[in-house]
């Protein structure tokens, strides 16, 4: 069994940056793809980033590219997500999820372990 907690979201303004942190424990952090997901009121959850176990392949939906990165640190059984240029859209409840299947999945039914989420606000 896995844990995830991720850290504080926050208020930002527009075009600020924020980065969110997940720790991970009771399992081996190094067996897990792990991505980052979020859900806005009244919306579905839905795929922000994933990173696979090495941190060699990363995948991003076509609305962060470029200004969000995903990046893990097996050491510490971290995974981050550096937000950059953030706008009011991506105001949402951020959550980390850990995969431990083969290859790295987009869709949040394949995860198998999810944190608590945190709040994310971007203020126009």
């Known amino acids: 069994q896995v844990q995830l907690v991720e850290s504080v979201g926050g208020l930002v303004q527009a075009g600020g940056s924020l980065r969110l942190s997940c720790a991970a424990s009771g399992g081996t952090f190094s067996s897990y793809n792990m991505g980052w997901f979020r859900q806005a009121p009244g919306n579905e959850r839905v795929f922000v980033a994933a990173i696979s176990r090495s941190g060699a392949r990363t995948y991003y939906t076509d609305s962060v590219k470029g200004r969000f990165t995903i990046s893990r640190d097996n050491a510490k059984n971290t995974v981050y997500l550096q937000m950059n240029s953030l706008k009011p859209e991506d105001t949402a409840v951020y959550y980390c999820?850990?995969?431990?299947?083969?290859?790295?999945?987009?869709?949040?039914?394949?995860?198998?372990?999810w944190g608590q989420g945190t709040q994310v606000t971007v203020s126009s």
């Open positions: 999820a850990a995969d431990r299947g083969g290859g790295i999945n987009i869709g949040s039914s394949g995860y198998d372990y």
